[in-house]
T-cell receptor, first 111, second 111 residues
Framework: ELKVEQNPLFLSMQEGKNYTIYCNYSTTSDRLYWYRQDPGKSLESLFVLLSNGAVKQEGRLMASLDTKARLSTLHITAAVHDLSATYFC???????????FGGGTRVLVKP | KAGVTQTPRYLIKTRGQQVTLSCSPISGHRSVSWYQQTPGQGLQFLFEYFSETQRNKGNFPGRFSGRQFSNSRSEMNVSTLELGDSALYLCASAGGFTEAFFGQGTRLTVV
């Protein structure tokens, strides 16, 4: 059974500093996703990582994938208040649209 | 391009009743998956439909069922509602090897 673990579960950030969220998964995966969720809202897709060594960046967020270590990281550079949200990683290893999610990392950026 | 549409957005039901939720995927997408999100269990996969056939199924009781129509719209049904079924229900649409896009969700409250 595929398991996805994120850490930390909660991250209190100071504006301007850098932080990393980690996502480990237990079996070979076809794709790894990062999503953002604001309170009471749906999931917003941030990144899709398809292959070993993949790195994607959008603004202050950068995601990378190491398939050998079964590890993905989401790096936040110079955190700002607007990045406060819950971040989920998810893995898709079935022949279809079936995601297994990590437990989420709640991020709170304080001024 | 229209996104994934879920209806209704909010629903209040009484224990023992049944409920039907609807999801219209992005035009051209043939895969629809359903997820349940609760504070205690996080995001859990319910089932996936592709071309009117259930392709993947999660570990939920038989009270949870779904179907997909020829136009790819999907419905999920929960019978004999329990308090623990209160959750945000999300559907995700995907086409071929594209990433999954989520709808806004249906917030179900069982009283």
């Amino acid at each position: 059974e595929l398991k996805v673990e994120q850490n930390p579960l909660f991250l209190s950030m100071q504006e301007g500093k850098n932080y990393t969220i980690y996502c480990n998964y237990s079996t070979t995966s076809d794709r790894l996703y990062w999503y953002r969720q604001d309170p009471g809202k749906s999931l917003e897709s941030l990144f899709v990582l398809l292959s070993n060594g993949a790195v994607k960046q959008e603004g202050r967020l950068m995601a990378s994938l190491d398939t050998k270590a079964r590890l993905s990281t989401l790096h936040i550079t110079a955190a700002v208040h607007d990045l406060s949200a819950t971040y989920f990683c998810a893995v898709d290893n079935a022949a279809g649209n079936k995601l297994t999610f990590g437990g989420g990392t709640r991020v709170l950026v304080k001024p | 391009k229209a996104g994934v549409t879920q209806t209704p957005r909010y629903l209040i039901k009484t224990r023992g009743q049944q409920v039907t939720l609807s999801c219209s995927p992005i035009s051209g997408h043939r895969s629809v998956s359903w997820y349940q999100q609760t504070p205690g269990q996080g995001l859990q996969f319910l089932f996936e439909y592709f071309s009117e056939t259930q392709r993947n199924k999660g570990n939920f009781p038989g009270r949870f069922s779904g179907r997909q129509f020829s136009n790819s719209r999907s419905e999920m049904n929960v019978s004999t509602l329990e308090l623990g079924d209160s959750a945000l229900y999300l559907c995700a649409s995907a086409g071929g090897f594209t990433e999954a896009f989520f709808g806004q969700g249906t917030r179900l409250t069982v009283v």
